[in-house]
């Protein structure tokens, strides 16, 4: 028995019934119930039917041209979304891609695939908002000419988040070699399209394993609660100094102002989060080159929390100064604020904040030492003593994660 997945317009996800016979050259194929109903790439975010053969299809024509073989799923298939080339737009002076650009092919990717799942049931039609982004490792450079791969998976439903995994690859098209690049974790919330204040249910995923359930709530758990930790933070704003000394918190510290447009937003009139994380990156990284005066680039960003919505025609103030130093990478800490202007009956509120992790490189691409940080005040250097004990943290989680050698 072989079995073939096809798209079925008359089912709906949660009710799919058992269709009618299908002709297959001179075979005729018995309907079978889907394990999986949640909608992929391969069905145009449709729900999906299953048909056996009574044995082998060998080369038999598809009969509508959609289907695919391989076995049932229980849970939605990974997005694949089309491959771009890196252009000089997306790097830096030394040919090293943005850490943003890559940022925002993630997010992107995320968005896809979260919102055609939130949308795979009947009900009130929603879109996908970006709400936490989990720590992301930048492992390996992407530079210009080289093709960057984006896949994304749901791993975790909540019953108003959704959790996606993207990998990022990188393949030089020259030597076809490939190299992952970027893994990270995202959560998404569904926000219904009449009103983008409420937020939906989202329509539970199926697990192969009961511990994939349990990992994920584990996970849920986790972030939530730093998010309510995070947000309660937010009370600080970056101040500019006059005349600062060399290799303080003042001297590097940087602020980028942005009037959000119809380009930087969604259908429905709020900033994706993929233009945000950019924006986010990009003061980052002049922080960091203002500190070192070197070629810097990306190596981490902590998680990344999206404390509410920004609307179109707000402007935003994305602020970033160094928090932490250690001998070959400077922890920055990057706060955005909105100030609705068009909008009299609301204050500036605090939007997002995340910490990025940079590295010093030479021109041959070699790490180089940092120089360290001076913190002047009780509070600068309070936030350098947290910045060190969140790189010791990550240190020896790194150490833990290396298998030792036989």
Not at 200 to 218: F, H, I, M
Request: glycine fraction near 8%; hydrophobic fraction near 35%; proline fraction near 7%.
């Amino acid at each position: 028995m072989e079995v073939l997945l096809t798209r079925w317009a008359g089912c709906q996800a949660g009710k799919v019934p058992l269709g009618p016979p299908l002709s297959c050259g001179n075979m005729t194929l018995k309907p079978h119930l889907a394990v999986s109903l949640a909608p992929h790439e391969q069905t145009c975010g449709k729900p999906v039917l299953l048909w056996e053969s009574p044995g082998p299809l060998g080369d038999l024509p598809s009969p509508e041209g959609c289907w695919s073989r391989g076995p049932a799923r229980a849970q939605p298939l990974p997005l694949s979304p089309p491959s771009r080339i890196m252009r000089p737009d997306d790097a830096n002076v030394a040919g090293n891609v943005h850490g943003g650009t890559i940022l925002k092919m993630i997010e992107e990717a995320g968005a896809i695939i979260s919102t055609r799942h939130c949308n795979s049931q009947d009900g009130e039609r929603c879109v996908a908002a970006l709400a936490r982004v989990e720590r992301t490792d930048f492992l390996s450079p992407m530079c210009i000419g080289e093709v960057a791969h984006v896949s994304a998976e749901i791993t975790y439903t909540s019953k108003h988040s959704v959790e996606v995994q993207v990998h990022v690859m990188s393949e030089n098209i020259l030597t076809g070699n490939k190299k992952l690049t970027n893994k990270a974790t995202l959560w998404y919330v569904p926000l219904s399209l009449k009103n983008v204040d409420k937020v939906l249910e989202v329509p539970p995923v199926v697990y192969s394993r009961q511990e994939q359930e349990e990992e994920g709530r584990k996970r849920y758990e986790a972030q939530k609660l730093e998010r309510m930790e995070t947000k309660g933070r937010n009370g600080d704003i970056v101040q500019p100094v006059l005349n600062p000394e060399p290799n303080t918190v003042s001297y590097s510290q940087s602020s980028l102002i942005h009037l959000v447009g119809p380009s930087d937003c969604t259908l429905h009139g709020f900033v994706h989060g993929g233009v945000t994380m950019k924006l986010m990156d990009e003061v980052a990284g002049i922080v960091a080159a203002r500190h070192c005066k070197t070629n810097i680039v990306t190596a981490s960003v902590d998680a990344i929390n999206f404390h509410d919505k920004i609307r179109k025609g707000c402007v935003i103030t994305i602020s970033g100064r160094m928090t932490f130093t250690s001998n070959k990478s400077m922890e920055i800490e990057v706060l955005v604020d909105a100030d609705p202007v068009v909008d009299n009956s609301q204050k500036r509120y605090r939007a997002a904040s995340a910490f990025f992790t940079y590295v010093s490189l030479s021109q041959e691409g070699k790490s180089l030492p940092v120089p360290q940080l001076l913190p002047e005040t009780e509070d600068e250097k309070k936030r350098f003593e947290e910045g060190k004990g969140r790189y010791l943290q990550m240190k020896a989680k790194r150490q833990g994660q290396v298998e030792p050698q036989p």
